[in-house]
């Protein structure tokens, strides 16, 4: 083409810098978030078609319902029962794929008492739209 | 470029034609045909969510039937045919050949697409365009999953017979003279998507046999009730279904590197950095797969892996909207229709590819995984950008199919109206998406933040439907009693640069 392309390479330098802050940031962040804490409390739920239940540490068994406290970390051991779902509390950004005979876990804690929505975000059939469960937190 | 139209032939001439232009218009048609059915899809998708409760769909069954098979049509039945459309026309002219390497293969290809048509419209299944097991394997009603079973069967052959197919007309069969670098870029991105096609779909086949046999009660492959692996199946998918966004992304590209040189009257900026790109492109497609997959519970260095590899793919696309714009700089650009699609589709397309960061950036992925900005992320590329450079194409290619010109006021109009309601509808999905909203449901709760975007977003849908409504009325009022077109110059833009390859080449 006989015409100097060094803007382009240096519009590529910066693309790639950008590329490379926001891989290392992201890359901190889900190292922090991925560290559960050793003192969380294990939360056992299962996803079924259409309706999610929970079992505490304690033995404690809820449909539908979650009670948490308030600043306590919880760690959720996720499966399901039939197909995939996926556990979803979107205030507190926890959600992971509810696999059947597999178990994920994430953790979290929450930092505000009051209820919140729990729901399923992966596909699952026919009442998948209402697929939905509640998070209350209560102030100890 | 021999014009279907002028002389008027009986229809099955045409049908039983296998010269590539003759082909290259029946992909045009059929991936029209395509369109407008699976937009009448989205419309009644777009009803039924303005508000909650039941709106025009009855039962939920009747919407997952719905959204899967809109998202199916669009994919396989529209953008893979309107792209092999383009390549039909032009690539044999572009390799200065008489016709595409294997012509009854090309014909074959074709007459495939129709039948697959006909089982996933009839089907109807309801699983999602991407089936996941074990929903697909135990749940999911019957013979609708197996229609579509099918169905996606024989599109992935035909697809992989047209890949063949622009392969070795590209490299065997291009004129000894024409060097490979000096050919044309929208002839390199047929190049680089049909090899990728190569590569990626005997996967998919591989998965879809599985999924059948699983079915039948044969295998168990991805039914963890008998020890299967449900995961395994996205993996398969995905390694073909990511590299195939970029099969549907990278021949729209080349469309607009097409048009935007001949309506800023330059010549592109570097054609060495584009062909660069392409190539790029094709290899980093396969090192981004399970970024669809974060939460399906992956590693954290799995996560890492694929984070790399789906912002790899950045610079490469980046490079290609500098070329544009470089092209552009200075040009004496005259927007016509063809020009305003493929300027706006850039537009889009640098937006989808700054969302598309966002998502891969592991922790951000576990908010917008499964929302609607999913949702609005994905439109933005395969509607805002390989869309939008389709329809540019075929307003570019419409006085040299027809012989007439289409009306260019309804044209500008048809543009504004869809740029408009693209906007409103995929960018506020993005939002809605942030607010907690998951894909695929059918009804939603009265929340209040979600019942105003939902609104919103269908009234952008219905700005849409009113532009495309403009455009197909404007295609056959066009093709039957438009102006005769002057097939030297028919944007009238003068110059060098400006013509079809076979018209006038400058450098023959």
Redesign the interface.
Known sequence: ?GHS?W??WI??AV??AL?CY??A???N???L??HVPEDAEVIKVTGQ?WFWSFEHEDGTKEVGELHLKKDHAYKFEITSK???H?F?I??Y?V???A????I??VWFSPNEAGEF?I????????????M?ATLIVEDV | MVLELKKARPVWQIMFSTHHTDVGLMYLIFSILAMFIGGAMAIALRVELFAPGAQLIED??SF?RLFTTHGTTMIFLFLLPSASAVGNYLVPIMVRYKDMAYPKLNAIAFWMIPPAAVLVWLGMA???WYA?P??SV???PAPAAEMWIFGLKVLGVSSILGSINFVVTILKCKHPDLSIGKVPLLAWSFLSSSIIVLAAMPTFAAALLMLLTDRLGATGFFN??VGG???AYQHLFWFTFHPEVYVLVIPAIGMMYEIIPRFSRR?I?????GIFAFVMLSLVAFASWAHHMY???MT?TE??VF??GT?AA??AS??HV??FL?TMWNGRIKFATPMMWAVGGIALFFAAGAGG?VNS????D??T???YWVVGHFHLFVFGTIAFGTIGFIYYLFPYVTGRMYNEKWGVVHFILVFVGACITFFTQHILGL??M????????EIDSWIQMNALISVGAMIMLVGMGIFLANLIYSSAKGKPANLHDPFGLGGKYYYPYEQRNPHH
């Not at chain 1, 696999?99 to 597999?102: A, F, I, L, R, Y």
């Not at chain 1, 729901?119 to 209402?130: A, F, S, T, V």
């Not at chain 2, 950036?361 to 951000?364: G, H, I």
Request: charged share 15%; hydrophobic share 35%.
């Open positions: 083409m392309n803007p382009e519009y590529v693309v790639i590329l926001v891989g940031e992201a890359w962040i889900e190292n978030v991925e078609q039939d197909v995939n996926n979803n979107h205030e950004v959600l992971l794929d696999v059947p005979g597999q994920n876990t929505d729901q399923c975000r992966e596909y699952c059939g026919l009442i998948h739209y209402n939905r | 939920s069954m997952n309801d699983f999602g996941n074990p929903y135990i749940s999911s963890p009730a692996d449900p995961i010549p900026f570097s054609q060495g950095s939460a399906t519970g954290f996560k890492t984070m790399i912002l950045v610079p980046a490079m500098f070329n470089a960061v950036a592991m922790p951000l576990f908010i995984h499964d929302s607010y907690g998951p894909r695929r449901i059918y009804d939603y709760p």
